[in-house]
C-alpha cells in the first residue's frame, strides 16, 4: 500500500488515537511515523501540530504529501525515535500533550522484498530499518556461533538457537549467506514445525531483526525520552507485537506509576513519586473483526498512561545482552 493513501488504518488505530485524546492547539509526537496513519487522525482536530519521525527514508518521503495538505502543522524528520527530545528540540519544542508509537517492523517493509525482512519473499538478507549500519547479513556473517545463538535465543525467543547457529556457521564456510530464502532453508533444516504452526523461520528472522536495529534498546530510550517531553497530563500511547516489546511498556509504566514509600521494615526507603498514571490496566486488543481484516494484527497490545506533574524517574541502565558494535567487532 502507499505510504501516502489515506485509507491506511494502523493496528488499533482507533483505540490509540482515543487514548491519545488529541485536543485543539496540542502539540504531538507521532514517533513511528509509518504511513502516516496516526498522524492524519491527530491533524483532523483543529489547530494540532504533529512531528512524525521515522528512521525509514522512504516512509519520511511517502508521507510529503500529507505535509503539503496539512498547511504548515505536519513536520517529518527521519531519526530515530529514541532521538525524541533532540527532534522536537529541532523544531524549537520542549514539551508535548502527547507520543504514540507503533514498535516493531511495519506491514511496508515486509511487503518489499528488498528490504530483506520476510522469508517469505526472495531478496537480500538487509533487514535495516534505516539505511545505515551493519545488515542481517553483515551480523550472519561477522558474528560468533556464541553471539549468533545469543541474539537468535534472545530476541527471537528460539529454544534451538544453539543448533541454528552451528547451521549457520557451517553453512558461511561453505558459501556466505546473503538472501533470505537462504537463510530461511538453512534454518528449515533444523528447526522443525508441524502443520498450522509459525514457519521455522519465524523466531530467527525477529531475533536478528530486533538485533540489527537495537530495537529493544530503541524502545528503552524512547519510553525514557517521552517521559520528559510529556507535559503534565499528556499521554503516552504505545502499540506493540511481541512479548519481548510489550514487556518492556508494560515494567516502565509499572515501575513509573508505583506511588508511595518502603514498608515498614525500611521506612527510609522511598520510591521517586509517580510520573505516570497508568490508562489500561490490561493491554487493548484487537477484536475479531480487525484481526480477519489484518492477520498481523493478532498479536498486537496497546498501553496508554497519563504524565503526572512529577519529576521524571532516572532511567534505568540497558539490559547486558548482546550489541552490535561488539558483536561487529568481535566482542
Known sequence: MNPADPRHIPVLGRQAIEMLGPRAGGVYV??????????????????????????????????FDLVDRSGGRLTLVEDRFSNLIEVCAGQGISAVDGVVMDVGVSSMQLDQAERGFSFRLGGPLDMRMGHDGPTAADVVAKASEA???????????????????????????EAPVTTT??????????????????????????????????????LHLALSAAERMLKPGGRLVVVSFHS??????????????????????????????????ILTKRPVTPDEAEISANPRARSAKLRAAERTDAPVHEAAALPAWPTLDDVMRGG
Open 30 to 63: 507521532d514517533a513511528t511515523f509509518g504511513a502516516g496513519g496516526y498522524s492524519r487522525a491527530i491533524l483532523d482536530v483543529a489547530g494540532t501540530r504533529v512531528i512524525g519521525i521515522d528512521r525509514d527514508r522512504s516512509a519520511i518521503t511517502g508521507g
Open 147 to 173: 553471539d549468533l545463538a545469543n541474539i537468535i535465543y534472545i530476541f527471537g525467543e528460539e529454544r534451538h538457537s544453539r543448533a541454528v547457529a552451528r547451521a549457520i556457521v557451517a553453512a558461511r564456510k
Open 181 to 218: 530464502r537462504a537463510l530461511a532453508d538453512l534454518v528449515s533444516k533444523v528447526v522443525r514445525s508441524k502443520p498450522g504452526e509459525i514457519h521455522p523461520a519465524t523466531r530467527t528472522f525477529q531475533g536478528l531483526r530486533i538485533f540489527v536495529n537495537q530495537e529493544l534498546d530503541e
Open 244 to 277: 519481548l516489546e510489550d514487556r518492556i511498556v508494560k515494567n516502565f509504566l509499572v515501575e513509573r506509576a508505583k506511588a508511595g514509600g518502603g514498608s515498614r521494615h525500611l521506612p527510609e526507603l522511598a520510591h521517586a513519586a509517580p510520573s505516570f498514571v
